[in-house]
C-alpha cells in the first residue's frame, strides 16, 4: 500500500531505517505522507528543511513575500544569492537540491479564507509557521473543519511555544484563545525582534511533531502546550483542556466557514502595514523634511524603545518609548505640531491612537517610520 523505496532512498535514509519504530515501513510511510507548512520564514525554513530531508514524500510551500537582508539572520532556507527572489521558489530550489526524491509544491500567495481551502486540501498535516494571528485563525479553523492536526509555534524575543491542536484528539486554538486581541496589542516580530536560533528551535520541535504524527509513533504535544525559554534553557509544559463551548470546535459550533481578520489584528497578515489607514494622520518623510527645512516648529517624537537609538536617530528628535508614551502625556504640548515615528511605522500608529485619544488633534505619524526617512531623506543612516 505505501510506494517502494529506490536503492538510492534506501542509502538516503539508513539512518531511519536503523530504528526499530521507524524502519523500512516507517520510511515508506514518510515518502508516501504529505505536509503543508505555511510560511517560508523563520519557522518555516527549519520545518520545512526537515521534513525535506526526511522524505516526506510531497510537500506544500505557502508564502508570498520576498527574500529580503534582514531575513537571513533566522531564515535559513534562503541564502544571500537569493535576495530579491520571490520567498517560495528560493525554498523550492534549497528543499530540491537537499532532497530530489521528494514533491515541493509552491503557492506563491497570501494564505487566506478565499484560497485556504484549496491550498490545503492534498495535505495530511498543516504546520503554521507564520506566526501571525490572522493565519493562526485561519489555519485553526480550517483544520478543525477538515479534521487536520495543526502544528503550532511562536517566537518571540528569547521565549517560544509549541502545540498541536487537533480537534479530534484535543483542544483546537480557539478553546483556549477564542477571538483574537485587539489592534495594537501585539508587537509584530519585524517590532519585537527574535533572537535567530529561536525559531530554529521551536520550527525544529514543529518538523518533530509532523513526523511522529505521520508516522503515529511516540506521544504527542496535542492537549500540552510547550513553553521554551532560550535565555533559561527552561522547558515547560502548561495542560490545555477542550472547551465543550469551543466556537469552532465545540458542541454547538458558530464559527462553519473561514474568516479574515486582516482588519482587525493586531499582527497583520501582510507585514508591510505603516501607518493608520486614513492618510490625514500620516506624513511622508520627504515632506517631514521639506517643513523641517522650511524651519516649521515640529516636535518629533521617536517612540521606539532606548537602545534602538544606536542604530539610526533623526537630529533633535525626543525618545518616548510607546511603552511609557501615556505616563508622559502630560509634558506634551497639544497646541503644537507633533510627528510620530518609530522603525517602520507600527508603534508609531498606536502611539498616535494613545495621542489622539488624549485629544491631541495637531499629530501626525511618519508614514514607514525612520527606515523612510533613511531611504528618501538620509541615506547616511542604515536601514533595519
Ligand atoms: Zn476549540
Known amino acids: 500500500m505505501f510506494p517502494e523505496l529506490s536503492r538510492e532512498e534506501i542509502l538516503r535514509y539508513s539512518r531511519h531505517l536503523l530504528i526499530p519504530e521507524v524502519g523500512l515501513d516507517g520510511q515508506r510511510k514518510i515518502k508516501a505522507s504529505s505536509a503543508l507548512v505555511i510560511g517560508t520564514g523563520g519557522l518555516g525554513s527549519p520545518v520545512a528543511l526537515y521534513l525535506a530531508a526526511a522524505g516526506v514524500g510531497h510537500i506544500g510551500l505557502v508564502d508570498y513575500d520576498v527574500v529580503e537582508e534582514s531575513n537571513l539572520q533566522r531564515q535559513i532556507v534562503h541564502g544571500t544569492g537569493m535576495v530579491g527572489k520571490v520567498k517560495v521558489e528560493s ?3 534549497r528543499l530540491q537540491d537537499l532532497n530530489p526524491f521528494i514533491q515541493v509544491d509552491i503557492f506563491n500567495e497570501p494564505f487566506t479564507s478565499t484560497n485556504a481551502m484549496r491550498i490545503a486540501e492534498p495535505f495530511e498535516i ?6 501571525n494571528f490572522p493565519t493562526r485563525y485561519l489555519t485553526n479553523d480550517l483544520c478543525v473543519l477538515t479534521g487536520k492536526p495543526n502544528v503550532f509555534g511562536a517566537v518571540y524575543r528569547f521565549e517560544g511555544q509549541a502545540s498541536v491542536f487537533y480537534a479530534r484528539e484535543g483542544p483546537c486554538y480557539r478553546c483556549l484563545f477564542p477571538e483574537p486581541p485587539p489592534p495594537g496589542m501585539v508587537p509584530s516580530c519585524a517590532d519585537a525582534g527574535v533572537l535567530g536560533i529561536l525559531p530554529g528551535t521551536i ?76 492618510a490625514d494622520w500620516n506624513i511622508s518623510a520627504r515632506e517631514l523634511a521639506n517643513k523641517l527645512k522650511r524651519g516649521e516648529k515640529i516636535h518629533l517624537i521617536d517612540v521606539r524603545e532606548p537602545h534602538e537609538l544606536a542604530i539610526s536617530q533623526i537630529t533633535n528628535a525626543e525618545n518616548i518609548p510607546l511603552g511609557v508614551l501615556a505616563a508622559h502625556l502630560g509634558e506634551l504640548d497639544s497646541t503644537q505640531d507633533i510627528v510620530l515615528f518609530c522603525k517602520s511605522g507600527t508603534r508609531s500608529t498606536h502611539a498616535l491612537e494613545i495621542l489622539k485619544s488624549a485629544g491631541f488633534r495637531k499629530v501626525r505619524n511618519l508614514r514607514g517610520g525612520i527606515n523612510a526617512w533613511a531611504r528618501e531623506v538620509d541615506r547616511s543612516l542604515p536601514l533595519y
Do not use: W
Not at 505521520?214 to 515547560?236: H, K, Q
Not at 477542550?242 to 466556537?247: G, I, V
Open 91 to 93: 525554498a523550492r530550489l
Open 126 to 131: 498543516i504546520i503554521d509557521g507564520t506566526d
Open 203 to 278: 520550527g525544529t520541535i514543529q518538523a518533530t511533531e509532523a513526523i511522529k504524527f505521520l508516522l503515529g509513533i511516540g506521544t504527542s504535544l496535542v492537549g500540552r502546550l510547550l513553553i521554551y525559554n532560550a535565555l533559561d534553557m527552561s522547558f515547560e509544559y502548561v495542560k490545555l483542556k477542550k472547551n465543550p463551548e469551543c466556537k469552532v470546535c465545540g458542541a454547538h459550533p458558530e464559527i462553519t466557514g473561514l474568516v479574515d481578520y486582516f482588519e482587525f489584528c493586531g499582527v497583520p497578515g501582510f507585514d508591510h502595514v505603516e501607518g493608520p489607514a486614513n
